[in-house]
Antibody, heavy 129, light 109 residues
């Protein structure tokens, strides 16, 4: 079964740090871009960061740049989000998601999709004093 | 800053048809943004519904369809059912990364 499972959430004080993990199984983890998406209580979804297959590219939403670092370990089929200098407004459920960007069809033709096709159940981060 | 716009709420009668839209604060949504749609019920993870504008994800009933209507992406539910009552999010793939709309809360009554 294709799945991703998040862990590492918890209660942390403002200014503190937390590291989230996402364990992937049922697919070739090293072949996919991966993303973190969060949802503050009662609010909508917000993309946080993503990373390419060999970790040579990372991108972040402006509000977390310089504070959060996304990484991956393909040997462990795991994705991580190191969160430093946490703020009250970082309080949210954090989801790990697989990005489906393209498939290669007959004749080597790439068909592009660009969507998040596998989601975990999320892990809750609460930043409060 | 790019803002993706969605109706905050919508209501549809059981068996009825509803179209939710996904626009941009500046400019038009086109297929080149690969609009996708997700359904979320309270306490659950988002579920992919539509990708690449109009392709249904695996297992999604054909009463859900996607399109470009004018300058917006659209999600149409034909023959709405009670369990379609959910939050619906669109997301666009842009040069600045993935940008989600604010979501539409759909009520079926």
């Amino acid at each position: 079964e294709v799945q991703v499972v998040e862990s590492g959430g918890g209660l942390v004080q403002p200014g503190g740090s937390l590291r989230l993990s996402c364990a992937a199984s049922g697919f070739t983890f090293s072949s996919y871009w991966m993303s973190w998406v969060r949802q503050a209580p009662g609010k909508g979804l917000e993309w946080v960061a993503n990373i390419n297959q060999d970790a040579s590219e990372q991108d972040y939403v402006a509000s977390v740049k310089g504070r959060f670092t996304i990484s991956r370990d393909s040997a462990k089929n795991s994705l991580y989000l190191q969160m430093n200098s946490l703020r009250v407004e970082d309080t949210a459920v954090y989801y790990c998601a697989r990005e489906m960007r393209f498939r290669t069809g007959p004749g080597g033709i790439r068909l592009y999709y660009y969507y998040m096709d596998v989601w975990g159940k999320g892990t809750t981060v609460t930043v409060s004093s | 800053q790019t803002v993706v716009t969605q109706e905050p709420s919508f209501s549809v009668s059981p068996g009825g048809t509803v179209t939710l839209t996904c626009g941009l604060s500046s400019g038009s949504v086109s297929a080149s943004y690969y609009p996708s749609w997700y359904q979320q019920t309270p306490g659950q993870a988002p579920r992919p519904l539509i990708y690449r504008t109009n392709t249904r994800s695996s297992g999604v009933p054909d009463r859900f369809s996607g399109s470009i209507l004018g300058n917006k992406a659209a999600l149409t539910i034909t023959g709405a059912q009670a369990d379609d009552e959910s939050d619906y999010y669109c997301v666009l793939y842009m040069s600045s990364g993935w940008v989600f709309g604010g979501g539409t809360k759909l009520t079926v009554l």
